[in-house]
């Protein structure tokens, strides 16, 4: 990947709809040649998809929970038991494997504090192993974004 490429995944990031030939003159390249290098970005799963970003509150759900949690056994089984059960749970978006007193570092979005009660309670609490669970809740959003920074 070189500095071109990094480009165009930048101004993808800005704007996933931009069309081939608005993205070729922002990129400085002619379409065929940008069109060429972004199916190669895709081939390569550098570019895993494309969404749309949305606004969480105004969906309904306006709660964000972030939840560490503590495993009682770090066996190859408990941990892929853990995590085969993570990811099967909508309202866990990010869930990061963590170094320090955690295991797991979970970003969770709820409708709230009920919801947020009522996952705890049957999801998080039904997976076997997990000894620790600490939440904090996030009342406000400093900043988000899913540019990249330059390299």
Known sequence: MDKIDQKIIRELQRDGRLTNQE?????????????RRLRNLEQQGIIRGYSAIVDQKRYGLPVTVFVRIKLQHHTEQAVGEFETAIKNIDEILEAHLMTGDWDYLL???VAS??????????SIHRIPG?????????YGEVKRTNLFPAI
């Open 23 to 35: 993205l070729a003159e922002r990129v400085n390249l002619s379409p065929s040649p940008c069109l």
């Open 107 to 109: 970003r969770v979005i």
């Open 113 to 122: 504090l009920e919801d947020y009660e009522r996952f705890t309670r049957q």
């Open 130 to 138: 997990v000894a620790g669970i600490e939440t904090s809740f996030a």
